[in-house]
C-alpha cells in the first residue's frame, strides 16, 4: 500500500503540471484574417460591465472555495484533536455540514445564474427581432415629423 501511494505521488507530480490548453493558438491566425479582411480592429480589448461582473463573481466564487478548503481543514483538525470529547466532536461535525450546505448552495446559485438564466433570456429574447422593429421606425420616421 505504501508504495501504490508512493508511486501515485510520483505519477501526479509528473502529470500535475502539464499545460492543459495545447490547442489554445490553433485558429488564432485564421480568425485575425477574417478580421482584417472584415474591417475590425483585432487589437481591441472587452471591458464591457458584463465582462467585469463575470471577473468579480469568478473572483469572489474562488474566494468561497477557499474559505470552504480552511473550514473544512479546521473542522478536520478539530476532529482529530477532539480525541473523543464528544462536545468538540460536535462542533467539528456542525461546522463540516454547514460549510458543505454553503458550497452548495453557492454553486447552485451560480449554476442557475450560468446555465438557467442566459437560455429564459435566449427563449424571450428570440421572439423580439430588434433589428428589423428598429428598421421600421427608422423607416416611418419621416412619417411623424
Known amino acids: ?20 490548453t495545447l490547442a489554445l493558438d490553433l485558429g488564432k491566425d485564421i480568425l485575425e484574417n477574417a478580421a482584417e479582411k472584415g474591417g475590425y480592429d483585432k487589437n481591441t480589448t ?6 467585469n461582473i463575470g471577473v ?12 470552504f478548503t480552511v473550514l473544512m481543514v479546521y ?19 456542525k461546522v463540516i455540514t454547514a460549510s458543505i450546505i454553503g458550497l452548495i448552495v453557492t454553486l447552485a446559485a451560480y449554476s442557475i445564474t450560468n446555465f438557467v438564466v442566459p437560455r429564459v433570456l435566449n427563449q424571450t429574447l428570440s421572439y423580439v427581432d430588434i433589428y428589423s422593429f428598429s428598421q421600421r421606425l427608422i423607416s416611418l420616421w419621416p412619417i411623424f415629423v
Do not use: H
Request: charged share 20%; aromatic share 16%; proline share 4%.
Open 75 to 93: 473542522a478536520g483538525y478539530t476532529w482529530m484533536v477532539a480525541r473523543g470529547d464528544e462536545p468538540k466532536i460536535d462542533k467539528a461535525k
Open 46 to 51: 472587452d471591458t464591457s460591465l458584463s465582462k
Open 56 to 67: 468579480a463573481i469568478n473572483m469572489i466564487l474562488s474566494v468561497v472555495g477557499v474559505i
Open 1 to 20: 500500500m505504501k508504495y501504490f501511494f508512493l508511486s501515485f505521488v510520483i505519477l501526479f507530480s509528473f502529470v500535475a503540471f502539464v499545460p492543459q
